[in-house]
Nanobody
Framework: QVKLVESGGGLVQAGGSLRLSCTAS????????MGWFRQAPGKEREFVAAIRSSDSKTMYADSVKARFDISTDNAQLTVTLQMNSLKTEDTGDYYC?????????????WGQGTQVTVSS
């Protein structure tokens, strides 16, 4: 079972930036993708962004396009989410996931989560 460990959450003012990282203990499986979901208090978990290991294709939720950037390192075991122009509605617990990317990103493994709080 692959282990995913997130880091980089914290408190930031609206308009600021944060960078989240997630490192996998090993390559999850052939053709895997890695991505991020978030869950705001009282709301369902929602997709944020994903990147496919085979071709670095990316996918973003409409709410974060042009503000967030997902990337991976050469070994493709660490995925980074650069979050810019943060809004209060970006507040939530952010979860790293490994899974499949087709028309959507289907997670099969999760990290423990890291908290992001954006203050007004």
């Amino acid at each position: 079972q692959v282990k995913l460990v997130e880091s980089g959450g914290g408190l930031v003012q609206a308009g600021g930036s944060l960078r989240l990282s997630c490192t996998a203990s090993r390559r999850p499986f052939e053709g895997y993708s890695m991505g991020w979901f978030r869950q705001a208090p009282g709301k369902e978990r929602e997709f944020v962004a994903a990147i496919r290991s085979s071709d670095s294709k990316t996918m973003y939720a409409d709410s974060v396009k042009a503000r967030f950037d997902i990337s991976t390192d050469n070994a493709q075991l660490t995925v980074t989410l650069q979050m810019n122009s943060l809004k209060t509605e970006d507040t939530g617990d952010y979860y790293c996931a490994a899974g499949w990317m087709g028309r959507a990103f289907q997670p099969v493994a999760w990290g423990q989560g890291t908290q992001v709080t954006v203050s007004s």
